[in-house]
C-alpha cells in the first residue's frame, strides 16, 4: 500500500490474503471529502472476481493458520491491534472525517473508544469453552465444544464506517473466524488504513481482507458466495430483506442492523433547557445521518410550545462548516446522494406548505418553491439549518 499524508492525494490498494492488490481489471475510483467535494483518495474498483480471491484466501486462513491458532494467541493479537488503534487514533479520526464529513470531534470519540471494544472481547477469546454433560450410560463421554462458524463477510456503511467495522470484528476474532470486509464506496479508506494495523499486529494471512468497489455486484458476490458462512450487515432495511434472501439460499447466518425510527420523548415536568441540549444531539448528531438519530419527537401538549420555540431558536444557531474546525457544530451531508435525499424531503414538504400556519402571509424566503402564501412560522422553519439541507440554499 502507499499512502501519502493527508494533505495530499493518497493512493490505496485492497488488502488480499496478507498481500496488497489491485483490483482485477485495474479500475479504479476516487473517493470525495463531502466538504469540498475534491478527492482526496483513490482506491481499487473491485470486481466479482476480486471477491472470490478474498473469500478463498478467508478460508485457506480459516483452515489453516487461524483456525490453528488457540484462544490466548487470539487474545494477544486482538490487545496488541488494541494497542495500535490507541497510538493512531488521531490520525484515523481525520481520516474518517475526511472521507464521510463528519465532526472531527465525533470521530475522535469513536476512535479512542475502539481499543476497549477489542480489549474487551479479547479478554473472551481465551475464556471460549463447552462443558461436560452427563451421561446415562457410565461407559459414555459427552462434551460441547464451540467453534468458528467460519469465514464472515461484513457489509459496513458510510455514516460510522470504522467503529461499525470494528463492532463487528472483534467478536468474530475472539471466535476464531476470518473476515472479507466491504467497506462504503464512499468511505473506503479508513477499512484500509485498518487493514495496515492488522498486519503490523502480526494476523496471519488472509485473516482480515478488504475489497472496495463502486458497483452493487461486489457486495452481491459478498453475500451470495458459497464458502461465506454468515454475513453481518448494516444498512437500510430494503438491502437487509436482499441480504437475507440471498444469505438463506445458501445456508449462512445473517446479522442485520438496520435503520430505525429513534423517538425522543419529552414529559411534561422536563427541564427544558436539557431538552432542548438533548434533543439537538440527537437530531443533529452527524449531521442526522444516523440510525440512532432521534428521528421522532414526542412532546407533551402542555410544554409543547415552549419546546418547539426554543428548539427552533437553538437550531438557528448551529454553527455549519468545517468538519475539521473545533467551532463547527455540524459538517456537511456525507455524500450526493444523501444530499439528493434531503433535498427531495425538502422540496416536498415545501411544497406541501410544511410547517405554514394561517398566521398571515409574507414574503417567502430566497429558494422557497411553495405556491402558497407563506407564514412566519414556514419562514422561521425554512431558515433553520435542518431545511437548509437544499443544494438551493447552500453545500450542506
Known amino acids: 500500500m502507499t499512502a501519502g499524508t493527508i494533505e495530499q492525494l493518497a493512493t490505496y490498494r485492497m488488502r488480499i490474503g496478507g498481500r496488497w492488490a489491485d483490483s482485477v481489471t485495474g479500475a479504479t475510483l476516487d473517493t470525495l471529502n463531502p466538504f469540498d467535494g475534491q478527492a482526496w483518495a483513490t482506491v481499487p474498483d473491485a470486481s466479482?472476481?476480486?471477491?472470490?480471491?478474498?473469500?478463498a484466501a478467508a478460508d485457506a486462513a480459516q483452515r489453516g493458520a487461524w483456525g490453528a491458532t488457540?484462544?490466548?494467541?487470539?487474545?494477544?493479537?486482538?490487545?496488541?491491534?488494541?494497542?495500535l488503534i490507541e497510538r493512531d487514533a488521531d490520525r484515523l479520526?481525520?481520516?474518517?472525517?475526511?472521507?464521510?464529513?463528519?465532526?472531527?470531534?465525533?470521530?475522535?470519540?469513536?476512535?479512542?473508544?475502539?481499543p476497549a471494544w477489542l480489549r474487551y472481547f479479547a479478554g473472551v477469546a481465551d475464556k471460549l469453552q463447552g462443558e461436560v454433560i452427563p451421561s446415562d450410560r457410565p461407559n459414555y463421554m459427552v462434551y460441547t465444544r464451540h467453534e468458528p462458524v467460519g469465514v464472515v463477510g461484513a457489509i459496513v456503511p458510510w455514516n460510522s464506517p470504522l467503529m461499525l467495522l470494528t463492532w463487528k470484528l472483534a467478536p468474530l476474532l475472539a471466535?476464531?473466524?476470518?473476515?472479507?470486509?466491504?467497506?462504503?464506496?464512499?468511505?473506503?479508506?479508513?477499512?484500509?488504513?485498518?487493514?495496515?494495523?492488522?498486519?503490523?499486529?502480526?494476523?496471519?494471512?488472509?485473516?482480515?481482507?478488504v475489497v472496495t468497489g463502486l458497483s452493487a455486484e461486489v457486495g452481491k458476490a459478498l453475500v451470495d458466495h458459497p464458502l461465506v458462512r454468515h454475513v453481518a450487515f448494516t444498512g437500510s432495511p430494503a438491502v437487509g430483506a436482499q441480504v437475507a434472501q440471498a444469505a438463506a439460499k445458501h445456508f449462512a447466518r445473517t446479522t442485520l442492523e438496520l435503520g430505525g425510527k429513534s423517538a425522543q420523548v419529552v414529559f411534561p415536568d422536563a427541564d427544558v433547557d436539557h431538552v432542548v441540549n438533548g434533543v439537538i444531539a440527537g437530531i443533529f448528531a452527524a449531521t442526522g445521518q444516523t440510525c440512532v438519530a432521534g428521528s421522532r419527537l414526542l412532546v407533551h401538549r402542555s410544554v409543547h410550545d415552549a419546546v418547539v420555540e426554543r428548539l427552533v431558536e437553538r437550531a438557528q444557531r448551529i454553527v455549519l462548516g468545517d468538519p475539521m474546525h473545533p467551532a463547527s457544530e455540524m459538517g456537511p451531508l456525507?455524500?450526493?446522494?444523501?444530499?439528493?435525499?434531503?433535498?427531495g424531503f425538502v422540496e416536498r414538504a415545501v411544497a406541501d406548505g410544511a410547517g405554514c400556519s394561517p398566521a398571515g402571509p409574507r414574503p417567502r424566503p430566497a429558494g422557497c418553491s411553495s405556491p402558497r402564501p407563506c407564514s412566519p412560522t414556514c419562514a422561521r422553519t425554512?431558515?433553520?439549518?435542518?431545511?437548509?439541507?437544499?443544494a438551493r440554499c447552500s453545500r450542506y
Open 93 to 114: 479520526a481525520e481520516l474518517e472525517t475526511r472521507d464521510n464529513g463528519k465532526l472531527l470531534r465525533e470521530t475522535s470519540g469513536q476512535m479512542h473508544y475502539l
Open 334 to 343: 456525507a455524500n450526493a446522494a444523501q444530499l439528493k435525499t434531503v433535498s
Open 175 to 209: 471466535a476464531g473466524c476470518t473476515v472479507v470486509v466491504k467497506p462504503s464506496e464512499h468511505t473506503p479508506v479508513t477499512a484500509l488504513e485498518f487493514a495496515a494495523l492488522v498486519e503490523e499486529a502480526g494476523f496471519p494471512e488472509g485473516v482480515f481482507n
Open 48 to 55: 466479482p472476481a476480486d471477491v472470490d480471491a478474498a473469500v
Open 70 to 83: 488457540s484462544g490466548f494467541e487470539r487474545a494477544r493479537l486482538m490487545q496488541r491491534l488494541a494497542d
Open 382 to 390: 425554512w431558515r433553520s439549518p435542518a431545511r437548509r439541507s437544499s
